[in-house]
C-alpha cells in the first residue's frame, strides 16, 4: 500500500468499486446483452464483485469475474461468500489483455469502466470478442467524451483520481473499437452525469449497511495509512468540479453482437 498506491488499491482496500451509471447502468447493460438465468457471463476488471454478485443473485446465471489486482479478487470472493453463491461466481486474477480461457466460451462478455484504462484498447476488445460465443454479446458502460475537444481543466479533472492512466474516448472512438474486433449489431446509448443521480446509484448499489461497512474501513484506513492520506489531501487541493464539466463528460454504453 506504500509503494506507488492508485486509487484502485485504496478502492480495494475499503472495498467501493464504481463506474458511472451505477447500478441503473447495470441493469441496461444486461438488458441489451439479454442475460438471463442461461447464460454464462465473464465481467472483465470485476473490481470487489458487486456485478458479477449481482448477476448471480438476480438473474441467476453462471458469472466468471476477473481483475488485475489481487485484492480486488480476495474482495470478491469475500462478497460472494457474504452473500451465498459461491456455487454461481468464480474470481480469478487476469488481464483484460490476455486472458486466460479457450475461444467461444461466454454467451455474455461485460466490462464497466474498465476498458480506458486498458494501455492496448484493440487487443483487449479482440479478447472479449475471441471468449464470447458466436451470436453472444459483448457490452461496455465506458466514460465517454460527449462534445470534443474538451477544455483541459476538464481534462484534468477527470483524470485526477485516475493517476494519469485512462484514456477516454468519443462515442465514435468506443464504436469504432467494437467494429474493428467484428462486432456487429452494435447499439450505442449515451448519456450526461448528474452528481446527484452518481451519489443515489452508489448507495442503491451496496446499500445503507454496506455503505457504513465501506465508511469504516476508509476511516480505517486513513488513521493506518500515510499514503491514503496523501491521497485524500491531494485530492482536496485539485479544486471544485469545473462548471462545465456534463457539458463535456459522460457515459456511454455499447453493445455488439458476434
Same mark, same amino acid.
Not at 223 to 251: C, H, I, M, Q, W
Given at each position: ?14 472495498? #467501493? ?5 451505477? #447500478? ?37 446465471? *453462471? ?16 462478497? /460472494?461468500?457474504?452473500? @451465498? ?8 486474477? /487476469? ?17 464497466? @469502466?474498465? =476498458? ?45 483520481? =485516475?493517476?494519469?492512466? /485512462? ?5 465514435? !472512438? ?6 474493428? /474486433? ?24 451496496? !446499500?445503507?449497511?454496506?455503505? #457504513?461497512?465501506?465508511? !469504516?474501513?476508509?476511516? @480505517?484506513?486513513?488513521? *493506518? ?19 462545465? #464539466? ?6 456511454? =454504453? ?5
Amino acid at each position: 500500500m506504500e509503494n506507488k498506491a492508485t486509487i484502485f488499491d485504496f478502492q480495494a482496500e475499503v472495498g #467501493l468499486t464504481k463506474q458511472l451509471g451505477g #447500478l441503473k447502468a447495470t441493469e441496461e447493460l444486461i438488458e441489451l446483452c439479454h442475460i438471463d438465468k442461461d447464460k454464462y457471463v465473464l465481467d472483465v476488471g470485476c473490481g470487489v464483485g458487486v456485478t458479477p454478485c449481482y448477476l448471480a443473485k438476480r438473474h441467476g446465471c *453462471r458469472v466468471v469475474g476477473v481483475d488485475i489486482r489481487d485484492r480486488m479478487i480476495d474482495r470478491s470472493k469475500e462478497r /460472494a461468500n457474504k452473500e @451465498s453463491i459461491e456455487d454461481r461466481v468464480e474470481f480469478r486474477v /487476469a488481464d483484460a489483455q490476455d486472458l486466460p480461457f479457450e475461444d467461444d466460451l461466454f454467451d455474455a462478455v461485460i466490462c464497466e @469502466s474498465v =476498458l480506458a484504462m486498458v494501455p492496448d484498447k484493440p487487443k483487449a476488445m479482440h479478447e472479449y470478442v475471441r471468449v464470447t460465443k458466436p451470436g453472444g454479446f459483448v457490452g461496455l458502460n465506458e466514460s465517454t467524451w460527449i462534445k470534443t475537444p474538451p477544455p483541459v481543466e476538464v481534462v484534468e479533472w477527470v483524470g485526477q483520481d =485516475l493517476s494519469g492512466n /485512462a484514456q477516454f474516448l468519443s462515442a465514435d !472512438g468506443w464504436v469504432g473499437l467494437l467494429q474493428g /474486433a467484428g462486432l456487429r449489431e452494435i447499439v450505442v446509448r449515451t448519456y450526461e452525469i448528474d452528481t446527484r443521480n452518481e451519489a443515489r446509484e452508489i448507495l442503491r448499489r451496496y !446499500g445503507c449497511r454496506g455503505m #457504513l461497512g465501506v465508511l !469504516g474501513r476508509t476511516l @480505517s484506513l486513513y488513521a *493506518r495509512s500515510p499514503a491514503y492520506r496523501r491521497f485524500v489531501k491531494e485530492e482536496r487541493e485539485e479544486g471544485v468540479t469545473p462548471e462545465n #464539466l456534463d457539458e463535456y463528460f459522460g457515459y456511454g =454504453l455499447y453493445v455488439g453482437s458476434k
